[in-house]
């Protein structure tokens, strides 16, 4: 079974750095792109960011450039998001999800909330 | 980008009834392998997204055959022929043959 369960989100201020894990199994993690995408409370889905199964391509929402990182360990089947001078605007909650793009995002996790504030 | 427009962006639907979902892209979704990558999900309450229709018109296994996917190019639709108490929630289309991916806005379905 394929599961996907992300971890650490929390309260932080603003201009803080927060570091999201979504820990997969159930399949050949190191095989597929992976996604994170995240939803302000009350809002719509939104794209964040995506890296292919090798992790030598990253991609990203221009509205995160320069401050998120993703990357991943496929020996841990662990995907991250590193993120970095965060703001209000950053506060949602972030799924991590597999292959949004080509197999139209099959699998998601719970999500982790990250609410920026001071 | 493709911007992707739903509507309408609330239906309440009686118990029994069809409802159907528009989507519609600002650009052709039609990627340079042949594939059209036009997906839809649902988000019940306090729930994370499913996915229920993948590449326009293949329903995801476990999903009840009263959803089907429709459309080509730039229009699609989703319809529930049928609405019954648990397809309540917010409705979302997704692109992913344009760069960058995209959703559309939502549409909450909700009982009369």
């Known amino acids: 079974e394929v599961q996907l369960v992300e971890s650490g989100g929390g309260l932080v201020q603003p201009g803080g750095s927060l570091t999201l894990s979504c820990a997969a199994s159930g399949f050949t993690f190191r095989s597929y792109w992976m996604h994170w995408v995240r939803q302000a409370p009350g809002k719509g889905l939104v794209w964040v960011s995506r890296?292919?199964?090798?992790?030598?391509?990253?991609n990203y929402a221009d509205s995160v450039k320069g401050r998120f990182t993703i990357s991943r360990d496929n020996a841990e089947n662990t995907l991250y998001l590193q993120m970095n001078s965060l703001r209000a605007e950053d506060t949602a909650l972030y799924y991590c999800?597999?292959?949004?793009?080509?197999?139209?995002?099959?699998?998601w996790g719970q999500g982790t909330l990250v609410t920026v504030s001071s | 980008d493709a911007v992707m427009t739903q509507s309408p962006l609330s239906l309440p639907v009686t118990l029994g009834q069809p409802a159907s979902i528009s989507c519609r892209s600002s650009q052709s979704l039609v990627h340079s392998d042949g594939n059209t990558y036009l997906n839809w999900f649902q988000q019940r309450p306090g729930q994370s997204p499913r996915r229920l229709i993948y590449k326009v018109s293949n329903r995801d296994s476990g999903v009840p055959d009263r959803f089907s996917g429709s459309g080509s190019g730039t229009d699609f639709t989703l319809k529930i022929s049928r609405v019954e108490a648990e397809d309540v929630g917010i409705y979302y289309c997704?692109?992913?043959?344009?760069?960058?991916?995209?959703f559309g806005q939502g549409t909450k379905v909700e009982i009369k």
């Open positions: 999800v597999r292959d949004l793009q080509w197999l139209g995002g099959d699998y």
């Open positions: 997704m692109q992913g043959t344009v760069w960058p991916p995209g």
């Open positions: 890296i292919n199964g090798d992790g030598s391509t990253t």
